[in-house]
């Protein structure tokens, strides 16, 4: 019997090649989790390519050089053959073949990555893709794109059996050194949120009122002293929010508020979102990415930022006492070995960074965008203030808590801002189960798909909302019936088991400024400043990304 290793160029390409397609045919990769697998998967190829370059030499006869050339061959052909039959397999046989798509999204996430590489809008990409395609999209080899009201409970809701895709593997699958957001287990999922809704109750919420109140008024303070000269909203609605999460989350003051500048943990998460966004569509290569020297260092300060925040509270927490903000309440569950506790030391620096994360970012775009509509709309701010002022017709000196209960229109300027201009605006993506997912009667979508419903898409899709892109907060109140809204899709904190776990401490943040704002002063866009790039021009990375926002907020007193 010949020798492979002797086979000449041709032969040796024929049989790779072939072994390529072998290889995705009869190894179980097709529905595999490579965000999973990767780590082995990367070992196992290197150790075959050394265990070639060594039997080409051995047994083939070949000096080092051409063992080493004769091994790249092989691998060339190799992935040739197995990346052609992948590329077969998605486009003619995959269970997800008859969904309509843009051609390269069939074939491969990095077009996903690629697209948002290029301008960050995928999420007004996809709104066009559903307008080109219909309600069900395949935006990824196996993910598809809902736009159908009745899919969001189904995929969200309270009663799905839906779970967090592979998307939620970005840090790895150890669902013990995860955070709460990243927990892909149900069951455990269920356990730790439990320890956080302590952290979030109505109790501990009115707790952190007036530390958010002090902030709002140092937000005031520092505005006033502007004297009308203009600042940009994005940047100060982005100081309150963070140092807001860092007092209600673990009573640290970031001073953003005061000194006007970017917190260095916070410039470290800013410097990463960007790469989130565009790696975040092919999760293994941000599990990659993170292991590279030198390519997450800020976020790699923000990590040690909040080791050093956990190590300073676990000197300070006092068991005897009362839980004072978010992080103590998971210390304590911790300390008493309550299984509601996150499962390791990992874990908890994992949710630390999370409260900072998810709790500030999403604040800070939401408010940014309230001053946005404030200054577009000067009508629908008139009229808020009227409100606040029958509440509280002493003026701000008069200001409460409880006084914005009756003034419902605060609300309703935030939900419609919600509605318009939801944080995560592309939306949130579930996997499908062994089931699969049946939404009306004309689409079934199979077992472990990735799915989502674009949130900002299905908010603004005229089929549901009239006046779909106009801000008009009364739809949220004396014009509700009249313009169908309690009908409508609206789901900016998401629903069911992983929906915001800070929702209530966001509404009193965001209504704390918005109304102590709205009362002291009139916002308006500076001269030059038409609104329009900051609309059009925001990023998505997970969470949205807005540019600058030039204001004048002229004192009212
Ligand atoms: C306007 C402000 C906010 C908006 C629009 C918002 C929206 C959301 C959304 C859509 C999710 C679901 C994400 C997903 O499924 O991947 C989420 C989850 C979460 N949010 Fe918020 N959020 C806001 C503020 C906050 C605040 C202030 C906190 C406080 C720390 C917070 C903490 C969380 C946490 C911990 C989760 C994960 C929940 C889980 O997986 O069980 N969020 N948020």
């Not at 927490?317 to 499962?343: I, S």
């Not at 946005?372 to 200001?399: N, V």
């Not at 900002?456 to 892109?469: F, M």
Request: hydrophobic share 40%; aromatic share 10%; charged share 20%.
């Amino acid at each position: 019997m010949a020798n492979p290793f002797q086979a000449g160029l041709m032969p040796t390409a024929g049989i790779a090649a072939l072994s390529g397609v072998v290889f995705h045919l009869s190894i179980p990769i097709r529905n595999a989790e490579f965000e999973v697998v990767m780590f082995p998967f990367i070992v196992g190829s290197c150790f075959a390519f050394l265990s070639f370059a060594w039997s080409f030499a051995q047994f083939g006869g070949y000096g080092s050089f051409g063992a080493l050339a004769k091994t790249v061959w092989v691998a060339i052909c190799f992935n040739t053959g197995l990346l052609t039959s992948i590329g077969v397999y998605r486009l003619v046989f995959h269970r997800l073949r008859s969904f309509p798509g843009p051609f390269w999204a069939k074939l491969t996430k990095f077009h996903a990555a690629y697209r948002a590489s290029q301008a960050g809008q995928l999420h007004r990409e996809r709104a066009e893709l559903h307008k080109k395609y219909g309600d069900v999209v395949r935006v990824g080899p196996r993910e598809v794109s809902v736009m159908r009201k009745s899919a969001v409970q189904l995929i969200y809701g309270p009663g799905t059996d839906c779970v967090k895709s592979t998307w939620y593997a970005q840090a790895g699958n150890d669902h013990t050194i995860t955070s709460l957001h990243m927990e892909r287990n149900r069951p455990a999922h269920r356990l730790r949120r439990r320890a956080w809704d302590r952290g979030f109750s109505t109790k501990a919420c009115a707790s952190y009122e007036p530390r958010i109140e002090k902030l709002a008024d140092r937000l005031v303070e520092q505005i006033r002293e502007t004297n009308c000269k203009p600042i940009d909203g994005t940047k100060w609605s982005m100081f309150y929010s963070f140092d807001i999460m860092g007092t209600v989350a673990f009573q640290k003051d970031f001073n953003q508020t005061t000194s006007g500048t970017e917190h260095i943990a916070i410039k470290g998460i800013h410097d990463t979102m960007g790469l989130i966004g565009v790696l975040g569509n092919t999760p293994w290569t941000l599990v990659l990415a993170s292991c590279l020297p030198g390519a997450a260092s800020g976020f790699a300060r923000f990590f040690t930022i909040c080791a050093t925040i956990l190590k300073e509270k676990e000197k300070s927490y006092d068991p005897e006492e009362n839980p004072q903000d978010v992080l103590a309440f998971l210390l304590k569950a911790a300390r008493e070995g309550d299984q509601t506790a996150p499962p390791t030391r990992k874990a908890l620096e994992d949710d630390i960074r999370l409260m900072i994360v998810a709790g500030s970012e999403t604040s800070a775009t939401t408010i940014a965008y309230q001053l946005y509509y404030l200054a577009k709309c000067p009508d629908k701010q008139q009229k808020l203030r009227e409100k606040l002022f029958e509440a509280m017709p002493g003026g701000p000196s008069t200001w409460t808590h409880a006084a914005l209960k009756n003034v419902p229109y605060l609300d309703d300027f935030i939900n419609e801002t919600l509605r318009l201009k939801p944080a995560t605006v592309l939306g949130c993506q579930r996997e499908t189960s062994e089931k699969g997912l049946r939404i009306d009667d004309d689409i079934y979508i199979p077992p472990h798909t990735t799915v989502m419903v674009p949130m900002q898409g299905i908010q603004t899709d005229p089929r549901y909302w009239p006046e779909a892109d106009s801000f008009v907060p009364e739809r949220w109140g004396e014009r509700r019936e009249e313009m169908g809204t309690d009908g409508a899709p609206f789901f900016a904190f998401c629903m069911g088991a992983h929906s915001c776990a800070g929702k209530a401490v966001a509404m009193i943040s965001m209504r704390t400024a918005l109304s102590k704002l709205v009362m002291e002063f009139d916002v308006a866009f500076a001269p030059g400043e038409d609104g329009v790039e900051f609309d059009t021009m925001e990023e998505e990375n997970f969470s949205t990304t807005c540019k600058p926002l030039q204001l004048v907020f002229t004192p009212r007193s």
